[in-house]
């Protein structure tokens, strides 16, 4: 790839301050600029060390640019994209990192300044906490970043997309704005609002009995609602259907426990056991390739 | 606490090959006597240090034994500590780590040997994985352990029973083996039935899209399913009210998603994250104090 001279990164939270960090601590670019809403925490974000120079004006932050990436809550990145796209310089290459992807590709691709730059991404990482001041530089370091091109997606910025998510350490997967979503619905989105499901049915007076499969199952129910409800409405339909998947196997289990029958029970946990296994066993391969 | 001179172990898996580990390596006992049916697990128990000498058979085992801890599958427990009833000295404590209490307590208090000697436990720490290979010495440490005392339970063998499990690191808690069973269906067995929900409906095809969310909700559905299906039999009622608790919540979330009430959605989200913070709040409390 190219070297990219200037980044500049809106929305300097966990996501967006670890992609400065890293490109900073590995010298990936000559400049990163942080670009926000609230003056204090981008100077955190400079203390931190996760961007260089900050400024609350995405017109002038994105005017020198050779790629911007966009990592505010999914409900405002189109918007974002749309006005980095009218500002930044022609050849500008803008990716995201949000975590649905359909409805914010569409909205970009029906303008032609949006449509010639841009490459949606989500690098799948992160974490229930929020702020720069849990980024991590290595956060992306062997993570999956799906990339989401389509038939408008111009071939070379799609190509320094590949690139630019790759020098940040993510393997890259390209699939369809719409098989993202499915997707994502069943592995990230269905798995969130089970924790929080979770986490909301058992009584605070059992706490003290609770221990590894609570903590656990419930941990991401710590995530930050807001962020979360705009997820849940982009990716509504998808999330609806995962979640009818889910209800079924749990209305299989209950039956089988209701009527005390021990082998289906049994048939039930293990095939959800080998499914869990696949996970591993592709973990392990990757660990061992890298 | 009078410190016991040997404390036979009966079934020497994670949980058992841990205690033995904790009393070797603290001192704490001077014989750790290993009980199980697998000649050839028994020797790689010694091997790994949990327990000083073994047998399979129970009835010499327990025979010179101040205490014996029955850590077999919840639907052994019952028959396992009644046969070391018969033939421990006369004033042995018997404890047990079964996940579930009432039917165990109720079956072994039908039997006056049973009666005049043991105390219900569970310590609850554990992992998906099973067998003496994965046992930790540290396993107990700062972990809780209910004990189950009912009217029938000698004042003398709960007092040693509390002291033996304090030893090992546990913290004691005492409630009633019903009281125990509602807590940990909701605490425990929700969660590891919700685990397998998960992971049976994520489709194998996604996994590649999968990180920490999936990942550790559905860590415990790697459990073994034989295990957990004694388990969920032993607490059917408790876990089936569980459940439908769960369900309801579930059920909530998906009504205000399909409604497209973000405000709701929040509401829902923030109530079950303060839950979450409760169950942080009360590790913190306990890391302070210790």
Same mark, same amino acid.
């Given at each position: 790839?190219?070297?990219?001279?200037?980044?500049?990164?809106?929305?300097?939270?966990?996501?967006?301050?670890?992609?400065?960090?890293? $490109?900073?601590?590995?010298?990936?670019?000559?400049?990163?600029?942080?670009?926000? /809403?609230?003056?204090?925490?981008?100077?955190?974000?400079?203390?931190?060390?996760?961007?260089?120079?900050? &400024? &609350?004006?995405?017109?002038?932050?994105?005017?020198?640019?050779?790629?911007?990436?966009?990592?505010?809550? #999914? &409900?405002? +990145?189109? !918007?974002?994209?749309?006005?980095?796209?009218?500002?930044?310089?022609?050849?500008?290459?803008?990716?995201?990192?949000?975590?649905?992807?359909?409805?914010? #590709?569409?909205?970009?691709?029906?303008?032609?300044?949006?449509?010639?730059?841009?490459?949606?991404?989500?690098? *799948? @990482?992160?974490?229930? /906490?929020?702020? #720069?001041?849990? =980024?991590?530089? !290595?956060?992306?370091?062997?993570?999956?970043?799906?990339?989401?091109?389509?038939?408008?997606?111009?071939?070379?910025?799609?190509?320094? =997309?590949?690139?630019?998510?790759?020098?940040?350490?993510? /393997?890259? *997967?390209?699939?369809?704005?719409?098989?993202?979503?499915?997707? $994502? @619905?069943? &592995?990230?989105? $269905?798995?969130?609002?089970?924790?929080?499901?979770?986490?909301?049915?058992?009584?605070?007076?059992?706490?003290?009995? =609770?221990?590894?499969?609570?903590? !656990?199952?419930?941990?991401? @129910?710590?995530?930050?609602?807001?962020?979360?409800?705009?997820?849940?409405?982009?990716?509504?339909?998808? $999330?609806?259907?995962?979640? =009818?998947?889910?209800?079924?196997?749990?209305? !299989?289990?209950?039956?089988?426990?209701?009527?005390?029958?021990?082998?289906?029970? +049994?048939? %039930? %946990?293990?095939?959800?056991?080998?499914?869990?296994?696949?996970?591993?066993?592709?973990? /392990?391969?990757?660990? +061992?390739?890298?």
């Amino acid at each position: 790839m190219e070297r990219p001279e200037t980044v500049a990164i809106v929305g300097v939270g966990l996501i967006g301050g670890s992609i400065g960090m890293a $490109l900073r601590a590995r010298g990936l670019a000559d400049l990163v600029v942080g670009i926000g /809403r609230d003056r204090e925490r981008l100077d955190e974000g400079i203390r931190l060390g996760a961007i260089d120079v900050a &400024t &609350t004006d995405p017109g002038q932050g994105v005017k020198e640019a050779d790629v911007v990436v966009v990592c505010t809550p #999914v &409900t405002r +990145i189109a !918007d974002d994209v749309l006005a980095a796209a009218e500002s930044a310089p022609e050849g500008v290459l803008i990716t995201d990192a949000g975590s649905t992807k359909r409805g914010i #590709v569409e909205a970009i691709e029906r303008h032609p300044h949006g449509c010639a730059s841009f490459v949606g991404g989500h690098p *799948i @990482a992160g974490s229930e /906490r929020k702020g #720069v001041e849990h =980024a991590d530089q !290595d956060l992306f370091e062997g993570r999956a970043c799906v990339l989401t091109p389509t038939a408008n997606t111009p071939p070379d910025r799609l190509r320094r =997309a590949r690139s630019f998510w790759k020098m940040l350490g993510c /393997r890259v *997967i390209e699939v369809s704005p719409a098989e993202h979503d499915e997707a $994502l @619905a069943m &592995t990230s989105h $269905l798995p969130h609002a089970v924790a929080a499901a979770l986490a909301g049915a058992v009584p605070v007076e059992t706490l003290a009995m =609770a221990a590894g499969a609570y903590r !656990d199952g419930t941990r991401v @129910a710590g995530s930050d609602a807001s962020l979360w409800a705009g997820i849940f409405r982009e990716n509504c339909a998808p $999330l609806l259907r995962a979640m =009818a998947a889910f209800r079924e196997r749990l209305a !299989d289990f209950e039956a089988a426990l209701a009527g005390g029958d021990d082998a289906a029970i +049994i048939a %039930w %946990w293990e095939a959800a056991r080998s499914r869990r296994t696949c996970y591993d066993s592709l973990n /392990r391969t990757r660990a +061992i390739e890298s």
